[in-house]
């Protein structure tokens, strides 16, 4: 898998585009001024570094050194290094930062359900009380005949009742959804998606 995503991202150009999640761009108004932010998944940077141009101090991780490497490039073009660090981490098998954030990013970071169930409340417990989570994901339904991308892997994809799950004995749900959406991210992300959308703050 880490040889496919660095494979991906080798390619010239941003596979998702450069421009940040539609819906993180909707819900980063609940962030507080110059937030600490976790970004799991991160890939090429499109929203860890858009949160930085908003002011805020953002650490991402990603496995693909290839992502990496262009989105730390994104950040040097959008002059925001001195906000945003990249990492190198596998959720599979890391150890958490002792650090603790204000937000917490998961947008389209699939994980096998085995590594996702451990890694999200791992993820979920770096949180400080109030702290926000915001996830979204493609929803089993995407592989009933959506082409707008996602893994075609069942166990990867995600249901408001595994977030629940996994992370609810932490935080408390503010908005919860299930359902299509348009989305136009890049050449990864084209038309019609069945995806979740959750958010949930750190009691």
Not at 15 to 26: D, H, V
Not at 113 to 132: D, E, F, N
Request: net charge negative.
């Amino acid at each position: 898998m880490q040889a496919q995503w660095n494979e991906r991202f080798a390619a010239p150009g941003h596979k998702y585009g450069t421009e940040p999640n539609a819906f993180l761009r909707q819900q980063a108004a609940l962030l507080a001024q110059a937030s600490q932010v976790l970004v799991p998944g991160d890939g090429e940077g499109r929203n860890g570094v858009w949160l930085a141009t908003q002011g805020h101090q953002v650490l991402a991780l990603d496995y693909a050194e290839a992502g990496l490497a262009k989105a730390r490039a994104l950040a040097d073009q959008q002059g925001v290094s001195h906000r945003y660090s990249a990492q190198w981490a596998d959720l599979a098998d890391w150890t958490p930062p002792r650090q603790r954030f204000d937000a917490l990013v998961l947008v389209y970071c699939h994980l096998p359900s085995a590594v996702r169930r451990v890694a999200h409340p791992q993820l979920a417990s770096l949180l400080s009380p109030g702290g926000w989570c915001i996830v979204e994901g493609f929803h089993p339904r995407q592989l009933q005949g959506y082409t707008s991308g996602g893994p075609r892997d069942i166990d990867m994809l995600l249901t408001l009742a595994d977030l629940r799950a996994e992370m609810g004995d932490l935080l408390d749900e503010t908005l919860a959804f299930e359902g299509e959406v348009a989305l136009s991210e890049g050449s990864g992300h084209q038309g019609p998606g069945h995806v979740t959308r959750w958010v949930a703050r750190r009691r």
